[in-house]
């Protein structure tokens, strides 16, 4: 059963989510300037197991691994930040990790909103697009009331 959270915790895991969903691209854009930082977990290359559900509710099944780049910074004020991204783009790791620690410290605010704020308004908009476009596919079914069935 999943332990209840505290507000931070569950900022935290927001805002983490939304980094390592970003396009690496637009992450470099929005987060162009690395500040000094001091590595304490390079970027790392691995797999994980990816566990999918038959319906969402059933069982779990390992459905395959998928590769994953990791990476631990810690800024001069002693912040640190983590970050675990799809794929094996070393600087998206990088900058995702330095981006949770500065969201830890007082450019917080200055982050949520020149970084953050955008991210996840195109997450939204991709999302919206994406829904949209299925919405577009659905088919309804739906039975008539046949004279013979009285």
Do not use: Y
Request: hydrophobic share 40%.
């Amino acid at each position: 059963m999943p332990q209840p959270s505290h507000p931070e915790t569950a900022a935290r895991r927001d805002w983490i989510s939304a980094l390592a969903k970003a396009p690496p691209a637009r992450l470099a854009e929005l987060l162009p300037e690395l500040p000094a930082h001091e590595l304490l977990r390079g970027p790392e290359i691995g797999t994980v197991m990816v566990q999918g559900r038959i319906g969402g509710t059933g069982a779990p099944f390992n459905l395959g691994e998928m590769t994953v780049t990791r990476c631990s910074v810690r800024l001069p004020e002693g912040a640190v930040g983590h970050a675990c991204v799809q794929g094996r783009d070393q600087g998206h790791a990088t900058r995702a990790a330095l981006a949770d620690a500065l969201m830890q410290t007082d450019a917080a605010a200055q982050i949520d909103t020149q970084v953050l704020a955008p991210l996840r308004r195109e997450a939204a908009e991709t999302r919206a697009t994406r829904a949209a476009k299925a919405a577009a596919t659905r088919v309804e079914f739906f039975t008539m009331l046949r004279g013979e069935d009285q």
